[in-house]
């Protein structure tokens, strides 16, 4: 019989069952649709190995890991190559974690994984809200002729939701008609005080947080398929989670890191604390 003690692949703080968990976070290794630097499907388990070299209190929000019951369910694996089945899987594992009441946190992986997600999601809680934070606008009907990619998850989306549901932050690139779309439509925010006034009118109504890693500065955080210069600080960005706090937050996912682009690890600790401030909204 072995004698331990062993270091968990868990998550740091993650409670030991499904049952006992408010919240599940879940692993979604995927980036077959990536258009520039692939690598993100590496990301969950890099993230995981990093959470151990931060600490399980968080400064912002004045709680511990300790205080909140969440459940790291490990990664769903993947057949290489299969969009769709990839997709079928994580709209089941959502929907199984909304079936039982909890909340969902993935980590990714590409933007792409959070469709099947809202999807699940929109099913318990049909006039859900999205908060996007990314600095591309993933508007695109189509992108290399692909309809589900990474660059179109929200235009999928919002085949699904209004447009008035949609609040995104951090944006700064896309195409022309992407921008014209959203001043049309009112759906970028990019400065924290128009930020705050507008996610103050949420109320109670149900959110979904989606963080696009990658809405960070390069110098900040180079480990990232699509880095794009004009970021957001780490604190900005921490701030506008942290106006987040006393929404009704039922599902959420960070995505886009690809660890190998930054060799110094860097982004990878950046990503697993950016989780952590997350997991407090939950």
């Known amino acids: 019989m072995l004698t331990?003690?062993?270091?968990?692949?868990?998550?740091?703080?993650?409670?030991e069952s499904f049952n006992e968990a408010d919240?599940?976070?879940?692993?979604?290794?995927?980036?077959g649709t990536c258009s520039f630097r692939p690598g993100a499907r590496f990301a969950p388990q890099e993230i995981r190995l990093a959470?151990?070299?931060?600490?399980?209190?968080?400064?912002?929000f004045d709680k511990d890991l300790s205080e909140i019951k969440f459940y790291d369910a490990g990664d769903?694996?993947?057949?290489?190559?299969?969009?769709?089945?990839?997709?079928?899987?994580?709209?089941?594992?959502?929907?199984e974690t909304y079936l039982q009441n909890k909340k969902w946190?993935?980590?990714?992986?590409?933007?792409?994984?959070t469709f099947p997600a809202v999807k699940a999601c929109l099913e318990k809680y049909p006039d859900l809200n999205i908060i996007h934070f990314d600095a591309h606008t993933d508007l695109i009907n189509a992108y290399l002729n692909?309809?589900?990619?990474?660059?179109?998850?929200?235009?999928?989306?919002?085949?699904l939701i209004s447009p008035e549901n949609l609040i995104q932050t951090g944006i700064r690139s896309g195409t022309k008609e992407e921008f014209e779309w959203i001043k049309e439509n009112k759906t970028l925010f990019?400065?924290?005080?128009?930020?705050?006034?507008?996610?103050?009118?949420?109320?109670?109504k149900p959110v979904y947080l989606s963080v696009d890693l990658d809405v960070l500065d390069p110098s900040i955080f180079c480990g990232t398929g699509t880095p794009e210069p004009g970021g957001l600080t780490f604190n900005e960005l921490i701030d506008r989670l942290h106006l987040l706090k006393n929404l009704n937050i039922v599902g959420a996912d960070v995505v886009e890191l690809s660890p190998h682009y930054d060799m110094?690890?860097?982004?990878?600790?950046?990503?697993?604390?950016?989780?952590?401030?997350?997991?407090f909204l939950s």
């Open 190 to 204: 990019n400065d924290e005080e128009s930020f705050a006034e507008r996610i103050a009118k949420l109320n109670n």
């Open 51 to 60: 959470s151990y070299g931060i600490e399980t209190y968080s400064p912002v």
């Open 105 to 113: 946190l993935g980590i990714g992986g590409e933007h792409l994984v």
């Open 264 to 279: 110094s690890g860097v982004s990878t600790i950046t990503a697993a604390k950016v989780i952590r401030e997350v997991l």
């Open 146 to 159: 692909q309809k589900l990619s990474h660059a179109a998850v929200m235009r999928r989306i919002l085949e």
């Open 4 to 15: 331990g003690p062993f270091l968990s692949k868990n998550w740091m703080g993650s409670v």
């Open 76 to 95: 769903i694996e993947f057949e290489f190559g299969d969009r769709e089945d990839s997709l079928f899987k994580i709209e089941r594992a959502a929907k």
């Open 23 to 31: 919240c599940i976070m879940v692993g979604l290794p995927y980036d």
